[in-house]
């Protein structure tokens, strides 16, 4: 099982393909597995990278506060842990995007693009949520609750489709081991990034994607207003996580977008 351990925790990935490295970094509540369509697709041009972010999947589950930064050391670790010396595209959903656009913002000529679905890189609170993961949690229905967050992340008709229910129980059955006070500290690092003042400085050409009833269209629009090489796109009748929804026109702007960048 491939594990890096490069940051000081145990950290799950899955490396498939060759070329050009590509670092994907999930949205919360799910795992690597939301990038299924996207290796299988990538993956033939490109060494794809899917981590489990700390508190999620096979990846370790640390009750100590963090920061973002931190999980985004994390996932650099994992690409030194797997031999990856080429600077990779930055791929993220939601949490996911906030990461790598805390990389780029701190060293934009280090990545060569980033691609940000979701996109809300300022200041976010989620006390509520973290409320809602404690109680359930000790009410043991933190299955329960996992799965509603997880509809939250698409639309509702695709997650009452037989594919969108399929897929969402996977989620919900590799996250079987779930820490709700892990997650708690998972949304705290989240909360406590706003990166609205360093987006101007950044210049890593950037698409940011969203779907078209995703609740952070509006912040994804506005990060990609602040940077100074970057792009929006809508993928319609999608939500959240649009790539898992409608992964082929998802796939057919990323592509575009890297080949417009030598990539």
């Keep these: 099982m491939p594990i890096s351990r490069a940051n000081g925790i145990e950290i799950y990935y899955e490396r498939a393909g060759s070329g050009p490295p590509i670092l994907m970094l ?18 033939r041009n490109y060494t794809t990278i899917a981590v489990d972010l700390r508190g999620w999947g096979r990846s ?14 994390d996932a650099l670790g ?17 949490i996911g995007s906030k990461i790598a656009l805390t990389l780029a913002c701190e060293t934009p000529a280090a ?13 976010q609170d989620f006390s509520q949520r973290i409320a809602d993961y ?29 594919m969108g229910d ?18 708690k500290r998972v949304f705290e690092a989240l909360q406590g990034s706003n990166l609205l003042a360093d987006l101007p400085r950044c210049n890593t050409p950037t698409l940011v994607v969203n779907g078209e009833f995703d609740g952070a269209r509006a912040a994804g629009e506005r990060t990609a207003s602040l940077m100074p090489n970057a792009s929006h796109h809508v993928v319609m009748g999608a939500g959240h996580c ?20 030598g990539l």
Excluded at 31 to 38: F, N
Excluded at 166 to 183: M, P, Q, S, T, W
Excluded at 250 to 260: G, K, Q, S, T
């Design 111 to 123: 990545f060569p693009a980033v691609i940000a679905i979701g996109g809300n890189s300022g200041a």
């Design 26 to 43: 999930h949205a919360l509540p799910f795992d690597h597995c939301l990038w299924l369509y996207q290796v299988a697709r990538f993956s």
């Design 242 to 261: 649009c790539f898992l929804e409608d992964p082929g026109a998802f796939e057919n702007v990323a592509l575009a977008f890297l080949r417009r960048n």
């Design 78 to 94: 994992v690409l030194a842990d797997a031999g990856i010396t080429q600077a990779p595209v930055l791929m993220g959903c939601s």
């Design 166 to 183: 399929y897929l969402l129980k996977g989620f919900v059955e590799r996250g079987a081991d779930l820490d709700a006070f892990c997650i």
């Design 134 to 162: 404690a109680l359930h949690s000790a009410q043991g229905r933190l299955t329960d609750f996992h799965m509603s967050h997880l509809r939250h992340g698409v639309s509702r008709a695709w997650a009452d489709s037989l």
């Design 60 to 73: 370790a589950k640390p009750r100590g506060s963090f920061t973002l930064r931190d999980m985004g050391q």
